[in-house]
């Protein structure tokens, strides 16, 4: 398994991320003056590092409200495929799951202080107890990981207020990293375990984000092929 050791899904956190997490505003959006703008590129689920040009202005809620600004290593990448749905309220989902999963990745590849606003940003409840847990398991362990994780069968269901997400990650295209040494392994073998099958449920909130209130994962080489 080259980075997917561990699933995400509430209970058992480890207090340390959740301390900082939770106790500076668990679950709100935070205000809109103390969060910066959001780098270009994820909006339509396009990698972060796509040109500035790929932002798409169709999400009224997105203009509205400013995104923190989350800006991924440069050897760490997401791919996600499907585009665009033509409905204006999946694709806003599809592209707040996108920024969120960009800025869960960035605190464990990069500088998880810094991206803990978006962190709360995303998440609330049994989310952000998973998304705590899941990151501080890589810092326990010494661990990180680089190169390109994709995303696909991004399916979203909407209805009485909320949203439920599925999609499948990819991550036969990253490496391990060793956080103390910065020692990449480039040697393990992709597998089945590699692939990971996501729920996630989502609300939109009083400022027109998206955000994940529940979230679980699983082995996902049998839905996921």
């Not at 409200?65 to 791919?79: F, G, L, N, Q, S």
């Not at 909407?158 to 036969?172: I, K, M």
Request: net charge neutral.
């Amino acid at each position: 398994m080259r980075r997917r050791h561990h699933q995400l899904a509430a209970g058992g956190v480890t207090l340390t991320l959740l301390g900082a997490l939770v106790l500076t505003g668990c679950g709100g959006a935070g205000s809109k003056d103390a969060a910066p703008k959001e780098s270009a590129g994820v909006s339509d689920g396009t990698p972060s590092s796509a040109p500035s040009s790929s932002t798409p202005s169709s999400s009224a809620a997105a203009a509205a409200t400013d995104r923190p600004k989350v800006v991924m290593p440069a050897d760490v990448r997401h791919v996600y495929e499907g585009g665009r749905t033509g409905d204006p309220v999946k694709d806003a989902v599809l592209a707040d799951n996108a920024r969120n999963l960009e800025a869960i990745d960035t605190a464990i590849t990069g500088d998880r202080a810094s991206t803990e606003p978006a962190l709360r940003f995303y998440n609330k409840d049994k989310a952000l107890l998973a998304v705590a847990d899941y990151i501080e398991s890589y810092y326990a362990e010494n661990r990180s990981f680089v190169g390109t994780t994709r995303y696909y069968r991004r399916d979203v269901t909407v209805g009485g207020g909320t949203a439920t997400l599925t999609y499948c990650a990819d991550a036969t295209q990253t490496y391990p990293k060793d956080r103390r040494t910065g020692k990449v392994d480039r040697s393990v073998p992709g597998s089945a375990s590699d692939y990971t099958f996501f729920t996630e449920r989502l609300r939109k909130n009083d400022n027109g984000v998206w955000q994940s209130f529940d979230v679980t994962s699983g082995p996902g080489a049998d839905k996921c092929a």
